[in-house]
């Protein structure tokens, strides 16, 4: 499956940014701000944000200062994306792209002080292996802050993401992505992903704890925050 989704993503690359504003309604700036705004809050000296894919958080966490910032993916055509938009920005001592798996980070016990994931956990091959390893390299005290979908609660709602969810994502991907199929797999993958209590379990069975969570779009999205 790692390698599948490598390949997925390395196919994707291109128009990645613009489906998502499509698929969101451009919300999901907003939310991957306020990610910014929580990390910025803890006043971190290093952060790593896991999939970063085109590096919009690693980019936008480049507002704290004094403070290691690493963007980390399975894919290379994600991170190439990433590089260009750095170096457009002159961020490049600001910040710094790796090609990495998080099930095995080449990073040190106890070296973050916050980890972010915007909408790459439900990816994750080995969910437990790849919340183990981020646990691991955080600092005590440290944050785990993460952006992932959710399925809302309320029936009326929850009919129309289904119908959104089934439909209007794979005509997006079908009309403006070369791979109808990577978004087909999103779309199953978003639907059927732990979400709400079920996910705080989850992150609580990775030994993480004062777990939050804010949730956004009636339930289509939700940010979580956890310590360890």
Known sequence: M???I???FNSIYEEYDLINNF???GQHKNW???IVDISIS???KRVLDVATGTADIAIALT???NCEIIGMDLSSNMLEIGQKKIKELHL???VKLELGDVENLEYNDNYFDVVTVGYGVRNFENLKKSLDEIYRVLKKNGTLVILETSVPKNKIIKLFYNFFTKFYVKLIGLLLSKNFEAYSYLQKSASNFPHGREFINILKNSKFTNISQDIKLFGASTI???NK
């Open 63 to 65: 507002k704290i200062k």
């Open 23 to 25: 698929i969101t309604f």
């Open 2 to 4: 790692k390698k599948q």
């Open 92 to 94: 490049h001592k600001n």
């Open 224 to 226: 979580y925050v956890a």
């Open 6 to 8: 490598e390949k997925m």
């Open 42 to 44: 803890l006043n971190p």
């Open 32 to 34: 991957k701000k306020q």
